[in-house]
């Protein structure tokens, strides 16, 4: 399908930044209006798909396709984005730490069903939805209070893979590292600042659980991160998001 390409958005860029990046390498594209359907936020990474041409006009079509993705959720801490490119808002390091790795898997797995099928999903303010004529990340920017809405989405599955520790002084190097591949104002040096602050301080393992999900668009990832911690009572954020599948294309 000459109109429809699939591109990989790597961890650090936004969409439009990897859109102007697939036009900087097929240059007879510079004069051809060119959209992309579906959203990657700058800390998730993987397919993108691009329209060109006529094909930008069936936008709505393709914003609609079920999507996958692999992700890593972080537990002991929770920001305000609900990944890792955030103010952290809470933390706890002793979290789970009177939990055998067999009761972590199964606390964790027994929650899950609050995540499966169709539910009500509220978005996260820090994200892109408008409301009143402004994204709701404007409000939050801006220290506005606005109603977030929420939407019903549907996940078809959602398994836990793996558990996996990192020490805190990993995690640190993990973070900045990620943080400083962002372009843009993302408030990357206060956010910084705030994970040195807590991961300079003792040296302390934390748990990472990576997941597979298959989901309705417009379905949160990271909104499941915290909302998962919420439930299991332990600070929670997405530590990466990898969409491997968009409708019938995959990687």
């Known amino acids: 399908m000459k109109n429809i390409f699939v591109i990989n958005k790597k961890e650090g860029e936004t969409p439009l930044e990897a859109l102007d990046k697939f036009k900087k390498k097929n240059q007879k594209y510079n004069n051809t209006k060119m959209t992309y359907a579906g959203r990657l936020d700058p800390m998730a990474s993987g397919l993108l ?3 060109a041409g006529e094909e930008t006009k069936n936008k709505e079509k ?8 692999e992700f890593e959720v972080l537990f002991s801490f929770a920001t305000d984005t609900f990944d890792i490119l955030g103010k952290v808002v809470s933390s706890d390091n002793s979290a789970g730490k ?10 964790i797995k027994n929650n899950l069903k609050y995540f499966t099928g169709k539910f009500i999903q509220q978005y996260p303010i820090y994200s892109s939805k408008t409301v009143k004529g402004k994204q709701l990340f404007e409000y939050a920017r801006a220290g506005l209070n606005v109603e977030v809405p929420s939407r019903s989405v549907y996940v078809k599955s959602l398994k836990l893979i793996k558990l996996r520790n990192i020490s805190s002084r990993k995690l640190l190097a993990n973070v900045e590292k990620r943080i400083l591949k962002v372009n843009g104002d993302f408030r990357q040096k206060e956010i910084l600042t705030i ?3 807590y991961l300079n301080v003792g040296t ?6 990576s997941f597979k999900i298959k989901c309705s668009s417009g379905t949160y990832v990271r909104g499941i991160a915290d909302n998962l911690g919420k439930r299991i009572g332990i600070p929670a954020l997405a530590f990466s998001i ?3 599948k968009i409708g019938k294309w995959s990687k």
């Open 204 to 209: 302390h393992d934390y748990t990472i659980a």
């Open 62 to 69: 393709y914003l609609s396709l079920d999507k996958e993705y």
């Open 98 to 107: 009177d939990l055998t790795e067999v009761e972590f898997k199964k606390s």
């Open 49 to 51: 798909l691009v329209l």
């Open 242 to 244: 990898k969409r491997t």
């Open 195 to 197: 994970w040195n602050k």
